[in-house]
């Protein structure tokens, strides 16, 4: 039973999961400009959890042939047959029906609708249709996983605005290098999976290249956010251009060395830069009242 119990939770990654849900609460702080009323920060946070972990469900559902060619995903839950693809699927889709229902109940209809948007952009649109076919999987497909702060936005204000749409297109942009490092660390496995991840396909001189790029265009990004709302400070302002230097110097350490180690750093270094930002946005948006 444990093991079955724990399978189930493996389907919904929940670590990914942790990490959007930062961001949906960071939306939704800053929408309020301070904290929302716990009944709708409840809603936000189990309506985001179902919605991430059915659209992961559903993701292990259409890709165990794919799960089974890489080293890294060969002990999933339905790439090792320990969970049928029907039953990942009627979980992934229970989900998100449960999902929905509360941002919809609890929140509001955009709020419900952005969080399935989200869902569709990832299992239909990132997994069905880009991931293995073109090298621009995740910089078109990333948009899925960008919009957790618009659900919380969205719940609060019952609107999508300017600031919304900044927080979505940070985590879009910093997506792409995000992964691409990951990818260089695992780019024997997509190899074998016959994956087309830009490091395959272009190499990793190309990638970093490319990482680099992103991580520049994240600075002036998050740096505009500021001058969008006045809620947000120089605290705000100050840990923005920091973080957003640090990656930069994180990618162009890879471009001069193009170890494996340095591969590492970039990847380390975008673990810590999303919540990070999103932590200063709570506290300075609530700082501001």
């Known amino acids: 039973m444990n093991q079955i119990l724990g399978d189930y939770v493996k389907l919904t990654k929940p670590l990914i999961m942790s990490l959007l849900l930062v961001t949906a609460l960071g939306g939704m702080v800053f929408a309020a400009e301070g904290w929302p009323d716990i009944r709708l920060v409840m809603a936000v946070l189990v309506g985001g ?13 259409m890709e165990p042939e794919l799960d ?35 941002l919809y109940w609890q929140a509001n209809l955009l709020a419900a ?50 600031e919304g749409i900044f927080l979505l297109a940070i985590i879009f942009f910093w997506t792409p290098p995000h992964f691409w490092a990951l990818a260089l660390l695992i780019r024997d496995d997509y190899e074998a999976a016959r994956v087309p991840m830009l490091p395959v396909i272009k190499g990793n001189d ?11 265009l994240l600075i002036p990004l998050s740096c505009l956010l500021y001058f969008a ?11 923005a251009a920091l973080l957003g230097v640090g990656f930069v110097w994180y990618c162009w350490k890879l471009i001069k060395s193009n170890t494996r180690a340095s591969a590492a750093s970039v990847y380390k270094f975008s673990l810590l830069y999303l919540p990070v930002l999103f932590v200063v946005i709570m506290i300075d948006a609530s700082l501001s009242i």
């Open 49 to 61: 959890a179902l919605a991430s972990g059915g659209a992961s469900a559903l993701n292990h559902a």
């Open 68 to 102: 089974r060619r890489m080293r890294r995903t060969g002990d999933r839950p339905v790439a090792s047959e320990r969970i049928s693809v029907k039953s990942a699927t009627l979980f992934g889709l229970a989900l998100n029906g449960l999902s929905f229902a509360v």
């Open 113 to 162: 609708a952005i969080a399935m948007a989200g869902s569709v952009l990832y299992v239909g649109f990132y997994t069905y249709m880009l991931k293995q076919s073109t090298i621009h999987n995740i910089v078109v497909g990333g948009i899925g996983g960008a919009v957790p702060p618009l659900v919380g936005w969205a719940a609060v204000s019952g609107t999508v605005e300017l």
């Open 206 to 216: 190309v990638t970093a290249t490319w990482m680099f790029a992103y991580a520049i």
């Open 229 to 239: 709302n006045s809620s947000l400070g120089f605290m705000y302002l100050g840990v």
